[in-house]
């Protein structure tokens, strides 16, 4: 089992990564009260799991699907906690995907002003990316993650057992932000173009995952609140959170066309170096190509860059922001006025359609 310590100035947290690590849930959850909240899949996987680590615990169940991260359901969290009767040494244990580790981490981050919180990510997509950072939020007005708050876990528990039970298309959820990592980090790209395999591959996706986490850990430790670096990890989604908005698709699959527009339209301004953008976006449409294929829809790509003026991302000039790869192990911001940036996806899109 793999340790990371996230170091922050003002925060240090742990991160565990390897069979097993779930296990440490029993000196965690020993000694004080406790509270759990859980998606409904994974309640109802594993009911074996929750009787031995929270058989002494309230565990709120969370309907699965981010249409469920509302701030109607935090609310029902929140009331839960204090119906439970938690105090400022409790402690709320998040076990499930990127959902749960969201509102149950913002729900730790109010509760009291702030109670100590443990993830257990149970997703590819949370066990590579957003389980780690703490970042916490629910949507608002159709509006991704717009009221939220950086709330540190104290530990962050990642175990891959969890990820066998996945469907194919969440599999492909977790690849989506894992390539996004490849466009940040030389040795994760290498892997992914060099891999002769499908990158479907369960067994060769959880061994970058050690990767992805001290990638993550050590930009989060440099800046935790988004001043800066941290922004990197956005590359691919502006657009992508615009589609996933306007489409219902999964978050990862999103991410892989949120990168596969940026790269084009940064390549077409000059920004990303065309030889390194055509490697990446040929990484990408591999990613998509795996089953199941889902397209968006290509006809109502310019309404869906609507969604993109809201993005929490942009600054107070109107522009469109987007973080994109420039080079193998670089990065950079990329801004364009709103209409250069909807003609731009719609032009694309064109092209797409044609080759989709």
């Known amino acids: 089992m793999e340790k990371i310590a996230l170091q922050t100035p003002s925060f240090r947290g742990d991160i565990y990564i390897g069979e097993g690590a779930a296990e440490r849930l029993r000196g965690l959850a020993a000694g004080q009260k406790n509270f759990a909240v859980a998606d409904s899949n994974v309640f109802a996987l594993y009911p074996a799991f929750f009787e031995r680590y929270f058989s002494d615990c309230k565990i709120f169940v969370l309907p ?16 839960a906690m204090a119906e439970a009767g938690l105090h400022r040494t409790s402690r709320l244990f998040a076990v499930g995907g990127g959902v749960v580790g969201d509102i ?3 729900a730790a981050a109010l509760y009291m002003r702030g109670i ?5 990510p149970t997703t590819l997509l949370a066990q590579v990316d957003s389980g780690v950072g703490g970042k916490t939020a629910v949507d608002l007005s159709g509006v991704k993650n717009v009221v939220g708050a950086f709330f540190q876990p104290c530990e962050v528990l990642v175990d891959p057992s969890f990820v066998k039970t996945l469907p194919p298309r969440e599999i492909k959820c977790g690849l989506g932000e894992i390539v996004k990592y490849a466009a940040l980090d030389e040795g994760i ?4 173009e060099s891999r002769e395999g499908g990158l479907d591959d369960l067994d060769f996706l959880v061994s970058l995952i050690p990767a992805c986490v001290r990638h993550k850990a050590k930009v989060v430790a440099a800046d935790e609140r988004e001043q800066g670096e941290r ?9 992508g959170h615009a589609i996933e908005l306007s489409s219902g698709m999964s978050h990862g699959e999103c991410v892989l066309w949120g990168m596969l527009f940026e790269t084009e339209l940064a390549e077409k301004y000059g920004v990303c170096d065309g030889a390194f953008g055509e490697r990446l976006r040929r990484l990408v449409r ?24 809201a993005d929490k991302k942009n600054a107070d000039d109107g522009n469109i922001r987007m973080a994109v790869g420039v080079r193998k192990g670089e990065w950079t911001l990329f801004s364009l006025p709103f209409e250069k ?5 719609e032009e694309i899109a064109g092209k797409l359609r044609a080759r989709f």
């Open 116 to 120: 100590s919180c443990v993830q257990v």
């Open 231 to 239: 922004k990197s990890l956005n590359v691919g989604h502006t657009t």
């Open 104 to 106: 149950a981490g913002l």
């Open 189 to 192: 790209f290498d892997a992914l």
């Open 64 to 79: 699965a699907g981010e249409e469920n991260k509302t701030f109607e359901n935090l609310g029902k969290i929140l009331s």
């Open 341 to 345: 940036y909807r003609a731009g996806l």
């Open 286 to 309: 591999r990613a998509l190509e795996i089953k199941p294929f889902v397209l968006p829809d290509f006809s109502t790509i310019g309404k869906a860059a609507e969604k993109a003026k």
